[in-house]
């Protein structure tokens, strides 16, 4: 993507220090974090959110992603489609069993 106008040069220069300001405050919550001893469940629950948030900034800056509302709206659907069709078609074919 090329940009010819300075100020949008400019806007895509502070969305990346951001984005790098970003991750280094995650890194340093997730080193304290780790430091800290929680409880297994607790502190994978903790590691976890900060992985998606640090990967949906990395995907939405670096990717471009946060410009393609549309394509990302519809694959989430499609993904949420699936992932019940997946979680409910076991429960229905259980429900559905023949009793002897």
Do not use: C, N, W
């Not at 949008?8 to 502070?14: C, D, G, H, L, T």
């Not at 394509?71 to 992932?83: C, D, R, S």
């Not at 069709?85 to 076991?90: I, V």
Request: hydrophobic share 60%; charged share 10%; aromatic share 12%.
């Amino acid at each position: 993507m090329m940009h010819s106008d300075p100020a949008e040069v400019k806007k895509s220069v502070r969305s990346y220090i951001t984005v790098f300001v970003m991750l280094m405050v995650f890194t340093v919550i997730t080193v304290a974090a780790a430091s800290a001893h929680l409880a297994v469940p607790l502190a994978i629950t903790i590691a976890l959110i900060i992985a998606t948030m640090k990967g949906s900034m990395v995907a939405g800056v670096f990717m471009h992603l946060s410009h393609e509302k549309q394509l990302i709206y519809g694959a989430l659907l499609l993904t949420a489609a699936f992932f019940f069709m997946l979680l409910f078609l076991p429960v229905l074919a259980y429900m559905d069993r023949v009793k002897y």
